[in-house]
């Protein structure tokens, strides 16, 4: 079973644009995998809480990645 986990900031994506990512996730892996691979193709969005996560020893704020530092 083909599983994608992508973790996005929280707020950031609306319901409609996650269903969005789910689709075309899908599709891809339907496209990679033959489509056999649909109907157990698992996409989890989760959603990180601001400042739950880093890169480089730094902590990840959504002012830092939108370039409006607080």
Same mark, same amino acid.
């Given at each position: 079973?083909? $599983?994608?986990? *992508?973790? /996005?900031?929280?707020?950031?994506? @609306?319901?409609?644009?996650?269903?969005?990512?789910?689709?075309? /996730? =899908? %599709?891809?892996?339907?496209?990679? $995998?033959?489509?056999?691979?649909?109907? @157990?193709?698992?996409? *989890?969005?989760?959603?990180?809480? %601001?400042?739950?996560?880093?890169?480089?020893?730094? /902590?990840?704020?959504?002012?830092?990645? =939108?370039?409006?530092?607080?």
């Amino acid at each position: 079973m083909p $599983f994608a986990n *992508l973790k /996005v900031p929280a707020g950031t994506l @609306t319901a409609e644009q996650k269903e969005v990512l789910v689709t075309k /996730v =899908s %599709d891809l892996y339907a496209e990679t $995998f033959g489509d056999r691979a649909r109907a @157990t193709t698992m996409v *989890l969005v989760e959603e990180v809480a %601001d400042g739950g996560w880093g890169i480089g020893g730094q /902590v990840l704020t959504l002012a830092k990645l =939108s370039g409006t530092h607080a």
